[in-house]
């Protein structure tokens, strides 16, 4: 099962709460996350992108955000071993497929082959307005990324000057050289439509799913088992891995964890994350809208809730993995002690289960 980290380099990390904890978007915090994850043999950090008006969703998770590109990229220096994921918004600017492939070819020399992307393509109307045009329509979005990718996928692997006239992008004689160290860096998308799937089928080495069906963690196993044969299926035998985004509540007992998410729960902001503040179009999120349960808002983040102690943490994992999930990328409430937590209490778990190495 890989282990992932998802970084908060975004206020209030995924969890619209006033409980105190330690948790801040700063490079330093975030790097010393990194480091303590790849200590404990973590197999992933990843940084997600967003682009906020004044004051963001609410007053915890109030826009401030490092960008994942530069962030997750400056952590190369400061790690040896984990692979690093940035999320870009292949279609805002617009960047140009060369600039794209040039920085990326450089990213995997520095971090020695370590680096990866996340190529998303913006599902909040805000954000394509803030880059100045109205959000371009759900499927469209997929075949631009597509052309764009494509170009970029091109100009990693050519060995002679490639030009290019298509619809949105040109080149002359592009050429990049050095060439990323083992053909091309990873390539990850996160979705949950039929056009992102198709994408993800024609690109994708990880597929970041969510639940179908929302957070609660039985509700989303009634349907993850189809969920990830469908995605696994577009890729006509090409080998794509799938992970999720739980958000792990854990405490040394099960209901310590329910008072620690009840704690959370009851200092909760009313608009977080997913409440619909900014219009998104994101299918993977669809159930998001229909919350039928306080305690759900209130955790907010994550694309499913993993609540408890040590062994019912391990198990739920051991679960993900049975219903045909490759990994976890995980988040915290209070990331810091929550991770060491998970390291020294989950991880031994995992490993007796042969779940870890
Ligand atoms: C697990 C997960 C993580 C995502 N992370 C980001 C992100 O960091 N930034 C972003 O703009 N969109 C992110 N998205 C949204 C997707 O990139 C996509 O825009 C959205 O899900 C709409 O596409 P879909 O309808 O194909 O799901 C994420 C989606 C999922 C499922």
């Known amino acids: 099962m890989m282990l992932g980290l998802f970084l908060p380099i975004q206020s209030g990390g995924w969890t619209a709460s006033t409980l ?68 870009v918004h292949v279609l805002y600017g617009p960047w140009h497929p060369l600039h ?35 959000r371009i329509e759900h499927d469209r979005r997929y075949e631009l990324a597509d052309e764009f990718l494509g170009v970029v996928q091109h100009l990693w692997a050519a060995d002679e000057n490639f030009s290019y006239t298509g619809e949105s992008w040109r080149l002359k004689d592009g050429y990049i050289t050095p060439k990323p160290l083992f053909g091309r860096p990873i390539l990850v998308n996160a979705t949950g439509s039929d056009a992102g799937i198709e994408f993800a089928a024609r690109h994708s080495d990880i597929v970041f799913i969510s639940s179908p069906t929302g957070t609660e963690f039985e509700t989303a196993m009634a349907a993850l088992p ?12 090409r080998d794509i891995k799938t992970i999720i985004n739980p958000l792990v509540i854990l405490a040394e007992t099960d209901t310590a964890a329910e008072s620690y998410a009840d704690a959370i729960v009851a200092q909760s902001q009313p608009t977080g994350f997913h409440a619909g503040k900014f219009h998104s179009d994101a299918h993977a999120w669809a159930e998001r809208k229909n919350f039928d349960k306080d305690r759900q808002r209130g955790l907010g983040g994550g694309n499913i809730q993993i609540i408890g102690g040590p062994e019912k943490i391990a198990a739920s994992i051991a679960r993900l993995k049975a219903a045909g ?28 289960r042969g779940l870890r190495l």
């Open 100 to 134: 794209f492939a040039k920085f990326g070819a450089t990213l995997d020399h520095i971090s020695k082959g370590r680096w990866g992307v996340n190529v998303v393509t913006g599902h909040r109307a805000v954000e394509h307005e803030m880059f100045g045009w109205p």
């Open 20 to 87: 105190p904890r330690s948790t801040t978007w700063t490079f330093d915090y975030n790097a010393a996350l990194a480091r303590q994850a790849e200590d404990f043999g973590f197999d992933i950090v990843f940084g997600l992108a967003q682009w906020l008006p004044k004051g963001g969703y609410n007053e915890v998770q109030d826009g401030q955000a490092l960008d994942s590109f530069m962030t997750v990229a400056a952590l190369a220096a400061v790690t040896s071993r984990i692979l690093l994921i940035s999320t």
């Open 226 to 237: 189809a969920h990830v044969t469908k995605v696994k299926a577009a890729a006509n035998g």
């Open 325 to 352: 999930i490759d990994g976890v990328q995980l988040s915290f409430f209070d990331f810091a002690p929550d991770l060491a937590l998970f390291g020294k209490t989950v991880l031994p778990l995992l490993k007796a």
